[in-house]
Nanobody, 113 residues
Framework: QVQLVESGGGLVQAGGSLRLSCVVS????????MGWYRQAPGKQRELVAT???????NYRDSVKGRFTISRDNAKNTVYLQMNSLKPEDTAVYYC???????WGRGTQVTVSS
């Protein structure tokens, strides 16, 4: 079973940066596409960014140019570098293997204005 442990969230002022990390176990990490997702209060979970096993990336429009997803297959870890944060980025952030329905606890990101 996939296990996901997210970390790196916190409280930051608008314009600031955070780097999220997610350690993955229970899968052959190097061959799976990974994604970062987020869920704001009262809203549905949404996809933020994905990265394939070959390193191809994709982002939702609202974070393009500000967020960068990356992965380290040797460490079974996926990262999300978030720059120029905005209050609307406030949410619980989750990582997951694309297509997997088991979720970790996530990590809270709060951006103050």
């Amino acid at each position: 079973q996939v296990q996901l442990v997210e970390s790196g969230g916190g409280l930051v002022q608008a314009g600031g940066s955070l780097r999220l990390s997610c350690v993955v176990s229970g899968v052959i990490f190097s061959i799976d596409a990974m994604g970062w997702y987020r869920q704001a209060p009262g809203k549905q979970r949404e996809l933020v960014a994905t990265i394939t096993s070959l390193g191809m990336t994709n982002y939702r429009d609202s974070v393009k140019g500000r967020f960068t997803i990356s992965r380290d297959n040797a460490k079974n870890t996926v990262y999300l570098q978030m720059n120029s944060l905005k209050p609307e980025d406030t949410a619980v952030y989750y990582c997951n293997v694309v297509g997997n329905n088991n979720w970790g606890r996530g990590t809270q990101v709060t951006v103050s204005s």
